[in-house]
């Protein structure tokens, strides 16, 4: 009969050792045990439970103990963690934590994350990585540039006056056979590493693009003038299940693209974006609608609305673009949760 009640189950991650936490769903929710598992005992231990509801904590190999939850079953709810740590009583340790999942997944204004599939955690992976790599790139840019600079050589500002350096270290020019050779070596094994790491991000490129082929909704988004390739497929991959918001505006929250709030009665203090929520997401859609603002500053997009006209004469650029990739976030999570294509501008809006 025990093992026909439905349980509800919290269970703390770990990397070796983990700890479940379980309740009777019923009057008084009595407790029905706690375990202290260690790894290799967890997929067996949820193979043999009944039915359950489980709750963990959205963090590290989160998603991977969620599907095979899922495979034996049971219905998993991930949680931000910042969203749980209000459920612990007392001091922090493991048994707490997960009594505070299990409480923290019980209540109704709780906010869960969707679980994300394999292929979508690889793309993920892909693109985290791909950030990794242009960002230590852009660092050997501007450190072969500095040690160019020491020795009295300075290039023009861009990614031509850099290639005019690397042309020094492989010519082997006068300008570079001058140096000491400590520093000749610096910069030729600089070069290297510039190279190397250059040849990975174009290969990263290459995945997403390959990636992108096959994929409708990455395809769809590509559809809004401020998306592009890396931007569609990091919302594809990042926004699983749209339903998991209840507006545009919750998606463009969670990225943190809405004002900081400080309100008290009738008195309403909003200030900058609140930068909370997923950062690489926020940077792909202000990078973007940098990008878009800028060919309408030029002229060269003819289809631009009148408020994005607006936008792109704004004095304070930045927060222009902040507003657009806003309206952005929306624009997508709405094509994705309705599955449309992207509708542009009526023609009688364009000319107003």
Same mark, same amino acid.
């Given at each position: 009969?025990? %093992?026909?009640?439905?349980?509800?189950?919290?269970?703390?991650?770990?990397?070796?050792?983990?700890?479940?936490?379980?309740?009777?769903?019923?009057?008084?929710?009595?407790?029905?045990?706690?375990?202290?598992?260690?790894?290799?005992?967890?997929?067996?231990?949820?193979?043999?439970?009944?039915?359950?509801?489980?709750?963990?904590?959205?963090?590290?190999?989160?998603?991977?103990?969620?599907?095979?939850?899922?495979?034996?079953?049971? %219905?998993?709810?991930?949680?931000?963690?910042?969203?749980?740590?209000?459920?612990?009583?007392?001091?922090?340790?493991?048994?707490?934590?997960?009594?505070?999942?299990?409480?923290?997944?019980?209540?109704?204004?709780?906010?869960?994350?969707?679980?994300?599939?394999?292929?979508?955690?690889?793309?993920?992976?892909?693109?985290?990585?791909?950030?990794?790599?242009?960002?230590?790139?852009?660092?050997?840019?501007?450190?072969?540039?500095?040690?160019?600079?020491?020795?009295?050589?300075?290039?023009?500002?861009?990614?031509?006056?850099?290639?005019?350096?690397?042309?020094?270290?492989?010519?082997?020019?006068?300008?570079?056979?001058?140096?000491?050779?400590?520093?000749?070596?610096?910069?030729?094994?600089?070069?290297?590493?510039?190279?190397?790491?250059?040849?990975?991000?174009?290969?990263?490129?290459?995945?997403?693009?390959?990636?992108?082929?096959?994929?409708?909704?990455?395809?769809?988004?590509?559809?809004?003038?401020?998306?592009?390739?890396?931007?569609?497929?990091?919302?594809?991959?990042?926004?699983?299940?749209?339903?998991?918001?209840?507006?545009?505006?919750?998606?463009?929250?969670?990225?943190?693209?809405?004002?900081?709030?400080?309100?008290?009665?009738?008195?309403?203090?909003?200030?900058?974006?609140?930068?909370?929520?997923?950062?690489?997401?926020?940077?792909?859609?202000?990078?973007?609608?940098?990008?878009?603002?800028?060919?309408?500053?030029?002229?060269?997009?003819?289809?631009?609305?009148?408020?994005?006209?607006?936008?792109?004469?704004?004095?304070?650029?930045?927060?222009?673009?902040?507003?657009?990739?806003?309206?952005?976030?929306?624009?997508?999570?709405?094509?994705?949760?309705?599955?449309?294509?992207?509708?542009?501008?009526?023609?009688?809006?364009?000319?107003?």
């Amino acid at each position: 009969m025990t %093992e026909l009640i439905r349980l509800r189950i919290g269970i703390d991650l770990a990397k070796s050792v983990f700890q479940v936490h379980g309740v009777r769903q019923e009057p008084g929710e009595p407790v029905a045990f706690t375990k202290r598992l260690k790894r290799s005992q967890l997929e067996h231990f949820l193979s043999k439970l009944a039915p359950s509801l489980i709750g963990m904590e959205a963090c590290s190999t989160a998603h991977y103990w969620a599907r095979v939850a899922v495979k034996h079953g049971h %219905e998993v709810r991930l949680m931000p963690p910042a969203y749980v740590k209000a459920y612990v009583k007392r001091n922090k340790t493991d048994a707490h934590d997960a009594a505070a999942i299990c409480e923290a997944m019980s209540r109704a204004t709780m906010r869960f994350v969707a679980v994300k599939s394999e292929a979508d955690q690889a793309m993920i992976s892909l693109h985290r990585t791909r950030a990794s790599f242009v960002a230590r790139r852009t660092a050997l840019v501007n450190q072969t540039r500095a040690a160019f600079a020491e020795a009295g050589v300075v290039a023009a500002a861009g990614a031509g006056g850099f290639s005019d350096l690397l042309r020094l270290i492989e010519t082997r020019a006068d300008a570079f056979a001058c140096l000491a050779p400590a520093l000749r070596m610096v910069l030729e094994e600089l070069a290297a590493q510039w190279e190397s790491v250059d040849k990975a991000v174009r290969r990263f490129d290459a995945g997403i693009a390959a990636a992108l082929k096959n994929n409708v909704r990455a395809k769809r988004l590509m559809q809004v003038p401020a998306i592009g390739p890396i931007g569609a497929s990091a919302l594809d991959a990042h926004l699983p299940e749209p339903a998991v918001f209840g507006s545009g505006r919750d998606f463009a929250a969670w990225i943190g693209l809405t004002p900081r709030e400080a309100s008290s009665g009738n008195t309403v203090r909003r200030g900058s974006i609140t930068k909370k929520g997923d950062g690489y997401l926020r940077r792909l859609l202000v990078l973007g609608a940098t990008a878009y603002l800028a060919r309408v500053r030029r002229g060269a997009v003819k289809t631009a609305s009148a408020w994005e006209r607006k936008m792109a004469a704004h004095p304070r650029r930045k927060l222009a673009a902040v507003a657009l990739a806003n309206k952005t976030a929306r624009i997508a999570w709405a094509m994705l949760a309705r599955s449309e294509d992207y509708r542009a501008p009526d023609a009688a809006v364009l000319t107003a």
